[in-house]
């Protein structure tokens, strides 16, 4: 048997090494290709080196782009991957576009295709994100849940795979590399103290593409500073929002973060931002995957959005949804802040460091 993973941005890579790992203790043949959605160093290379993934394959490079473009130039060049490879299974995790564009052309060209982390739902489809998972569960064959709400979706949108449950891959890694995470010396790199920051990333479209909703999440993000130092490591792409907005003065790039100031760093590896979340007082993100690890993590987390599509880390983790509004931004985060650190957070079903085991064996018993 041949498999075939794909992996294109950050996120994936999380989920990609445990299922890899747990194939290559099967003696399964294995390829990995990526390809280049993300391809800033520390938003790519510096993952493959902290996770253990072996170098990819087969690297697309395709760069950054419009949705339309980046999709459409991931299809054309992973098709003549797959006539080379001829996988007789091809893994694709996530939601980003490298996901439906690998879904899309396997099902093209008849060739099975598994799902990563199927059924996620935020019911938004102003999301980009949203319609790569409607998508993507349509076309696959092996349907990989993280969540027990994920399986009723896929019903109710008929999908036609076979829906496992097993658990979330990206605890998997989290788990395996959370001791050497705290060994890590980036506290002290960057002059913070343990349980005293609050940790932001943004870079949805939704929150830095609008230059009120930036202004705004910014200036309740430094009222929050004045009580504890807040740090920002900034996506390459808000980076950009930022300057073409001409917000760049509302935070500090580099030096180190004080009381007042959003103080913006470069992206970090795994390693580094897992010790950064460990120990910060309150995570305020955009991110899905960070709403999962924080609710392992026992770390309050607030999520600048209107929905989720892993309604799970509010039900039983760590996570509260607080919209994009400033005056709440500016509260929940000061509340945060003040209160007690969280401890004995519930853990969701299955998030135990095993679901790369369980989606090995499933992938084996079609061998």
Not at 57 to 72: I, N, R, W
């Amino acid at each position: 048997m041949r498999v075939l993973h794909v992996a294109g941005a950050r996120p994936n890579f999380m989920k990609v090494a445990p299922v890899m790992r747990a194939l290559a203790d099967r003696s399964i043949d294995q390829a990995l290709v990526h390809t280049g959605q993300h391809y800033d160093p520390m938003m790519s290379a510096a993952f493959f080196d902290d996770l253990g993934l072996p170098e990819p394959d087969v690297h697309l490079e395709v760069g950054s782009g419009s949705h339309a473009a980046q999709t459409a130039r991931i299809m054309e060049r992973i098709e003549p991957v797959l006539l080379d490879q001829k996988p007789d299974l091809t893994v694709v995790v996530g939601d980003v576009n490298s996901t439906i564009a690998v879904a899309l052309v396997c099902a093209k060209m008849l060739l099975p295709v598994a799902h990563v982390e199927a059924g996620l739902r935020s019911f938004d489809r102003t999301m980009p994100e949203e319609i790569n998972r409607l998508l993507t569960d349509q076309l696959s064959d092996l349907l990989f849940t993280t969540s027990p709400e994920a399986e009723a979706n896929l019903t109710a949108e008929g999908c036609r795979g076979e829906i496992h449950f097993v658990g979330n891959p990206m605890i998997d890694s989290l788990e395996r590399h959370l001791t050497h995470a705290r060994a890590s010396d980036v506290l002290e790199r960057i002059g913070l103290e343990q349980r005293g920051y609050a940790l932001v990333t943004l870079h949805r479209p939704s929150n830095v593409d609008d230059p009120e909703t930036l202004r705004g999440i910014l200036e309740a993000l430094r009222d929050a500073a004045v009580e504890l130092p807040v740090l920002f490591p900034i996506h390459p792409r808000t980076v950009k929002m930022l300057d073409t907005f001409g917000l760049s003065e509302m935070v500090m790039m580099g030096g180190a973060p004080a009381r007042g100031i959003v103080t913006c760093i470069d992206p970090v590896g795994y390693v580094d931002f897992l010790r950064l979340m460990a120990d910060a007082r309150v995570v305020v993100t955009d991110s899905g995957g960070i709403q999962e690890e924080t609710t392992i993590l026992g770390v309050p987390c607030l999520t600048v959005r209107h929905n989720t599509e892993r309604p799970i880390t509010c039900e039983l983790g760590t996570n509260t949804l607080i919209g994009t509004d400033p005056e709440r931004i500016r509260t929940e985060t000061l509340a945060a802040a003040r209160a007690e650190p969280l401890r004995d957070a519930q853990r969701p079903p299955l998030w135990d460091g095993k679901a790369g085991e369980r989606i090995a064996d499933v992938i084996v018993a079609r061998a």
